[in-house]
T-cell receptor, first 117, second 114 residues
């Protein structure tokens, strides 16, 4: 069965520290997609990244980086030199490229990230 | 430009009221979605429209009635809601349906049912 686990319910760090948010997934399929979304207190879900199962290259975008490891079924997200504006709930999500996926994203429970000034 | 707009931002309604939530996108996307999100939970899919036709209804009570007047607009009509329906309602769109395409979300409508 498909499942996404974000074991860290809440993380609190001081500004400028690096922080890694963990995401572990379960899927039966060889073709699937993984996503990260950010949800600040305003409520809007902001798309951060989409990665398919055949592309294991790590991704870097400014202070954000993602480490995709199929061997451990993980897709972790690191923020370098965190800033107060990074405070938000971060969701990891999985989608399988099959007809049975029923158009659904399988969401993790989310990790609340608090960056203290 | 990846923008989905939603109105109103906040809505308070009584259990006997009828109201509507509106969503609009101008990205040429052919799939649109309604989600419900309770506090401290991930979003739950309610409805999916593909090419203006309802393709998914996730066993949502009939007091929620979706409508897709055209490819850019999505409405959610509300009638006789219950207090437990209070939540953040999010609209999203993607270029195609299929779950694997990136969904872009609007800012949401915070609904309170008294």
């Amino acid at each position: 069965a498909q499942k996404v686990t974000q074991a860290q319910t809440e993380i609190s760090v001081v500004e400028k520290e690096d922080v890694t948010l963990d995401c572990v997934y379960e899927t039966r399929d060889t073709t699937y997609y993984l996503f990260w979304y950010k949800q600040p207190p305003s409520g809007e879900l902001v798309f951060l990244i989409r990665r398919n199962s055949f592309d294991e290259q790590n991704e870097i975008s400014g202070r954000y980086s993602w480490n995709f490891q199929k061997s451990t079924s993980s897709f972790n997200f690191t923020i370098t030199a965190s800033q107060v504006v990074d405070s938000a709930v971060y969701f990891c999500a999985l989608s399988e490229a099959t007809l049975d996926s029923n158009y659904q994203l399988i969401w993790g429970a989310g990790t609340k990230l608090i960056i203290k000034p | 430009d990846t923008e989905v707009t939603q109105t109103p931002k906040h809505l308070v309604m009584g259990m006997t009221n009828k109201k509507s939530l509106k969503c609009e996108q101008h990205m040429g996307h052919r799939a649109m979605y309604w989600y419900k999100q309770k506090a401290k939970k991930p979003p739950e899919l309610m409805f999916v429209y593909s090419y203006e036709k309802l393709s998914i209804n996730e066993s949502v009570p009939s007091r929620f009635s979706p409508e897709c007047p055209n490819s850019s607009l999505l409405n959610l009509h509300l009638h006789a809601l219950q207090p437990e329906d209070s939540a953040l309602y999010l609209c999203a769109s993607s270029q195609w349906t299929g779950g694997t395409d990136t969904q872009y979300f609007g800012p949401g409508t915070r609904l309170t049912v008294l």
